[in-house]
C-alpha cells in the first residue's frame, strides 16, 4: 500500500464526495480505483476487499476502510478537524448528521423515477430552506465567528460548504435568505484546500447524469 | 435540567432503542419523557429544543444532542466504551456501521403494509445471515477473544447483541448457524448491567405494535404509506 490513502468508487459523486471533500480539505492527496463492471465488483467483494459487500472502501494506514461515516470520523480525527473535546466533537457530530440528512436527498434524487423528481426537488428546497440552512445561519450569527464549532475550521464546516453548493446546483437562489451563509460559503470556498479543490482538474466529481446512474445500477445489479 | 441524563421520544423502540441499550450497558440511569400527542412535539418544537425538528433529543451534560449517532457516539466515549485509540475507534464504527444497516431494516418493518412486511421480513434475515452475521462470526472466530474490539467491552458489543436479539425476533433460530455470535449473544447477556436491562421491569422497550404505529403517526402527522426498502 502507498503513502496515500486510495479510494475505490464509482466515477461520480455519491457516498464517496464526502470524504473526498474531507480528505482534500485536510491537505491529503489521494489515489481512486473506479469501479466501471459489475466483474470488478465481484472480485472486489471475493477477494475480501469489502467488510459488507459494499463501497465506499478506503485503503488508509493499513486498514481497509468501509461505511461512510467511519471512514470520515477516522480522518476528522487524526487530522485534527473534530473539535478539541468531546463536546466539541458531539456538536460537529450533531452538525454533520444533520447537513448529511439533507444530503442523503440529494444522494438519491438521481435515482427517482421521472414523475417523482419534481416533488423530490421540492422537498430538498423546502428541507434546506426550512429545516438546515436555518440552523446554521443562527449558529454564525450568535457566536459571530468564522467556523461552526470552538472557533476553529472543523469536519463541519466542510460538510456545509459541501451541501450549500450541492443544493445551490438545484436551487440557485437557495442562500438568498441566508447572509451569514452567503458569507461562510465565500470564506470557506477562499480557503486555500478548498479553493484548489473547487478548481478545474481536482478530484471533484461533477453532479451524477444519466451516465452515472447507468453505471450504478449496472455494477450492483443483482 | 437533572444530573440523569433524559430522553424524549415515543414509548417505543424506534430510533432511541440503541441509545437505552447503550446508557443501560454504561450503567448510566435515565429518565424518558414520552411522546404522545402533536401538541407535546409542537411545544418540543415551538420552544427550540428540537435543532433540527426531529426526535430522539437528549438532555445530558448541559446539551440537548439529537442525532441518533451524535448521541451514541458521545456516551460511548464519555464511558469508555469506544476503543482506545483512533483506530480501534475506526473498527467500532465500521461495525456499528452495519449493524445500524440491518436494524435499519427492521426500524420501518412495523410501518409496512402486512404483504410487505412478510417480504421485509425475509429481506431482513438474507441480509442478516449472508451480509452481516458471517462479519462478526469470522471476527470472533478470528482473534478468538470474549469482545469485538481490542479485547474489551465496547459500543461495538452492545450494539451487535441488541441487533443479534431484534433479529431473533423476526427468525428464532437465526443464528443457527453461527456458534460464536451464540456463544457472544449468552456471553455478553449474562454481564451485570445488560442483564439487568434485559430483565422485565428495565426501560427496554417491547417490540413496536399497531399502538405504537398509531402514536408515531399521530404525533408526526405521518399519514403517508411506508415502502419498503
Request: include cysteine.
Amino acid at each position: 500500500m502507498s503513502g496515500k490513502p486510495r479510494l475505490t468508487y464509482l466515477n461520480g459523486r455519491g457516498r464517496m464526495e464526502s470524504i473526498r471533500w474531507l480528505l482534500a480539505a485536510a491537505g491529503v492527496e489521494f489515489e481512486e480505483v473506479y469501479l466501471e463492471t459489475k466483474e470488478q465488483y465481484d472480485k472486489l467483494i471475493k477477494d475480501g476487499f469489502l467488510l459488507f459487500q459494499q463501497v465506499p472502501l478506503v485503503e488508509i494506514d493499513g486498514m481497509k476502510m468501509v461505511q461512510t461515516r467511519a471512514i470520515m470520523s477516522y480522518i476528522a480525527g487524526k487530522y485534527n478537524l473534530h473539535g478539541k473535546d468531546l463536546k466539541e466533537r458531539a456538536l460537529i457530530d450533531m452538525y454533520v448528521e444533520g447537513i448529511s440528512d439533507l444530503m442523503q436527498m440529494i444522494l438519491m434524487f438521481p435515482f427517482s423515477p421521472p414523475d417523482a423528481k419534481e416533488k423530490n426537488l421540492e422537498s430538498i428546497k423546502e428541507r434546506a430552506t426550512n429545516r438546515y440552512f436555518p440552523v446554521f445561519e443562527k449558529v454564525l450569527k450568535q457566536h459571530g465567528q468564522d467556523f461552526l464549532v470552538g472557533n476553529k475550521f472543523s469536519w463541519a464546516d466542510v460538510q456545509l460548504i459541501e451541501a450549500i453548493l450541492a443544493v445551490e446546483e438545484k436551487v440557485p437562489d437557495v442562500l438568498s435568505g441566508f447572509p451569514q451563509l452567503q458569507v461562510f460559503k465565500t470564506k470557506m470556498s477562499n480557503m486555500p484546500t478548498i479553493k484548489k479543490f473547487l478548481q478545474p482538474g481536482s478530484p471533484r466529481k461533477p453532479p451524477p447524469d444519466a451516465h452515472y446512474v447507468e453505471t450504478v445500477l449496472e455494477v450492483f445489479k443483482k | 435540567m437533572s444530573a440523569k441524563p433524559k430522553l424524549y421520544y415515543f414509548d417505543g423502540r424506534g430510533k432511541m432503542e440503541s441509545i437505552r441499550w447503550l446508557l443501560a450497558a454504561a450503567g448510566v440511569e435515565f429518565e424518558e419523557e414520552f411522546l404522545e400527542t402533536q401538541d407535546q412535539y409542537e411545544k418540543l418544537l415551538q420552544g427550540g429544543s428540537l435543532l433540527f425538528q426531529q426526535v430522539p433529543m437528549v438532555e445530558m451534560d448541559g446539551m440537548r444532542m439529537v442525532q441518533t449517532r451524535a448521541i451514541l457516539s458521545y456516551i460511548a466515549a464519555k464511558y469508555n466504551l469506544y476503543g482506545k485509540d483512533l483506530k480501534e475507534r475506526a473498527l467500532i464504527d465500521m461495525y456499528v456501521g452495519g449493524t445500524d444497516d440491518l436494524m435499519g431494516f427492521i426500524l420501518l418493518f412495523p410501518f409496512l403494509s402486512a404483504e410487505d412486511k412478510e417480504k421485509q421480513r425475509a429481506l431482513i434475515v438474507q441480509k442478516a445471515t449472508s451480509r452481516y452475521f458471517p462479519v462478526y462470526e469470522k471476527v470472533l472466530k478470528d482473534h478468538g477473544q470474549d469482545f469485538l474490539v481490542g479485547n474489551k467491552f465496547s459500543w461495538a458489543d452492545v450494539h451487535l447483541l441488541e441487533a443479534i436479539l431484534m433479529v431473533e425476533e423476526k427468525k428464532s433460530d437465526v443464528l443457527s448457524g453461527f456458534p460464536q455470535l451464540q456463544a457472544f449473544k449468552a456471553r455478553i447477556s449474562s454481564i451485570p448491567a445488560i442483564k439487568k436491562f434485559l430483565e422485565p421491569g428495565s426501560q427496554r422497550k417491547p417490540v413496536p405494535d399497531d399502538k405504537y404505529v398509531e402514536t408515531v403517526r399521530r404525533v408526526l402527522c405521518m399519514y403517508y404509506d411506508v415502502k419498503a426498502n
